[in-house]
């Protein structure tokens, strides 16, 4: 060193430096845990935040700005809730919580902040995007019209669901809920086959057991769901705040589909404990609880997120999202406060009867109510001519039906009228993960409505009833079969031909079982 030229001014020009050394830091972008607990942590500094915003701690912890107060600041934590201790250091990010979207993620299975929970390697994405976004204007919207086509007849018929809508689908548990969303995505495979417009489907799992998702992997694996469907869980073993921005994360995944002119279809299973985990969040933060404990916000919170769901103008990409979000009543109870909420939020509802189920009508579904603001809006031609008739047979059935309960003797009328009430009931009847084609679902139930199936008694289950029909009806008239699939519509010359050739089956069918 003492060949080092000048080597005593560098030495005393260093221990200057050290001796004016201060270390400073911007208050506004530091701070110091002051409590934590229950996944919560109360700050102290961190000024310039704002909400939403990601903030790190040392020991490579990370959370969200969830609540902002005079001397403190609310930290809502992602990991390591249990290291996060009085004293730790955090530090702003300027940064909000992103999640990554793009084409690369169909067949995967995350969380909702992105990262892969399957064996499938790293993830392929394009982009992240917010998973808080602005709903689209309303001069950016167009009208519902095109169908979501579901594959359940009860609900392409009665109650039914456009692309771009947000339906309720509600109920007790173990009722059948889920399984109205996950026909309707194993739908989507038969409509893609046949190069309609289907919807990359998205579905989100809100505090499941890990078993069940597994399970619901599975089946879609099984049957090829998982070529256009993206998984997002936060399991029943996570912190609510994974479970509180899990359905966030969905609909910003199901925005980038729809901005490239894509439809995508969000499952939130299930909003209920969506907002149970917002809930016990908000309660940690020591906000006032209002009705049934909730914060008064849930509603916006709900109203902010399905509002997402969106049918785009053609000049504009012309994409969709649609939401089915599955909310859980306690003894059929639709008057409870988060029924209530979503129901005035949503463009209608799917509500399913326990007793129903119990008595074997499966779906379950209760058409008195159950109910689609958009209606005829979103239904083929073909399904539109059967589905006026329909309701209007179902109502009537409804009030004989009543009627009959406290009157022993009964005309032959009405009579008949109670079995025509009797077989259109049971023609909506349909096993689970077993979604009906358009074409087998119009002729079955064209053939109800039009009374040609009044005398008939079924040897087997509708089902096997309706396959029969219909590899009758592709041999006898393949033409007919395909217009409807095809174009989705008949004419008055096609509807003669369809009652021919049901007719005909049935007097075979008859023949088989005399035999």
Aim: glycine share 8%; charged share 25%.
């Amino acid at each position: 060193m003492s060949h080092f030229k000048d080597y005593q001014s560098f030495i005393d020009s260093l221990n200057a430096k050290i001796r004016d050394f201060n270390l400073r830091l911007d208050p506004k972008d530091f701070g110091v845990v002051i409590t934590a607990g229950d996944g919560i942590a109360s700050v102290a500094g961190l000024d310039g935040v704002s909400l939403g915003e990601i903030v790190k701690f040392l020991d490579d912890g990370f959370g969200m700005v969830m609540g902002i107060e005079q001397n403190f600041v609310n930290i809502m934590l992602f990991n390591k809730t249990d290291q996060v201790v009085e004293g730790v250091e955090v530090f702003a990010t300027n940064e909000h919580v992103s999640v990554p979207v793009g084409e690369g993620l169909i067949g995967r299975v995350i969380n909702p902040l992105g990262q892969a929970l399957d064996e499938d390697g790293p993830l392929q994405f394009s982009q992240k995007r917010l998973i808080e976004a602005d709903a689209p204007g309303i001069m950016s919207r167009s009208s519902v019209c095109d169908p979501l086509q579901t594959g359940i007849k009860i609900i392409d018929a009665l109650v039914p669901i456009g692309l771009g809508q947000k339906q309720l689908i509600l109920g007790d548990r173990q009722s059948g809920k889920s399984s109205i969303a996950i026909d309707t995505i194993l739908m989507q495979k038969n409509v893609r086959d046949k190069g309609e417009k289907f919807a990359y489907c998205i579905y989100v799992a809100i505090g499941k057991k890990r078993a069940d998702v597994a399970k619901m992997y599975d089946l879609f694996k099984k049957h090829g769901a998982m070529e256009y469907t993206i998984i997002v869980t936060a399991d029943a073993s996570d912190p609510s705040s994974m479970q509180y921005i899990a359905p966030m994360a969905g609909a910003a995944i199901a925005e980038y589909f729809r901005d490239q002119g894509m439809n995508a279809l969000v499952v939130f299973d299930d909003l209920s404990r969506h907002a149970d985990a917002y809930r016990e969040i908000s309660l940690l933060m020591r906000r006032t609880p209002a009705r049934g404990a909730y914060p008064g916000d849930i509603f916006y919170l709900h109203s902010r997120l399905l509002e997402r769901a969106v049918k785009m103008k053609d000049e504009l990409g012309g994409g969709s999202v649609t939401m089915l979000p599955i909310i859980e009543t306690q003894a059929g109870d639709v008057s409870d406060y988060i029924p209530t909420n979503v129901i005035s939020i949503t463009d209608g509802q799917i509500y399913l009867d326990k007793q129903l189920f119990f008595d074997g009508q499966k779906p379950a579904i209760n058409i008195g109510l159950s109910v689609s603001r958009i209606g005829s809006a979103a239904q083929y031609k073909a399904m539109r001519k059967i589905a006026g008739r329909l309701k209007g047979e179902l109502a009537q059935f409804r009030e004989y039906e009543s009627f009959a309960r406290a009157v022993s003797d009964l005309d032959a009328e009405t009579q008949k009228m109670l079995m025509r009430g009797r077989l259109l009931t049971n023609l909506f009847k349909q096993n689970v993960n077993k979604p009906v084609s358009f074409e087998k679902m119009v002729i079955g139930l064209f053939a109800g409505i039009r009374g040609l199936l009044d005398k008939i008694v079924l040897k087997g289950s509708v089902e096997e009833f309706e396959n029969e029909l219909i590899e009758y009806m592709k041999v006898a008239e393949p033409i007919l079969v395909e217009t409807i699939s095809r174009e989705h519509s008949f004419d008055e010359r096609l509807e003669e031909q369809m009652v021919e050739a049901i007719k005909n089956f049935l007097r075979q069918y008859t023949m088989v079982e005399a035999a």
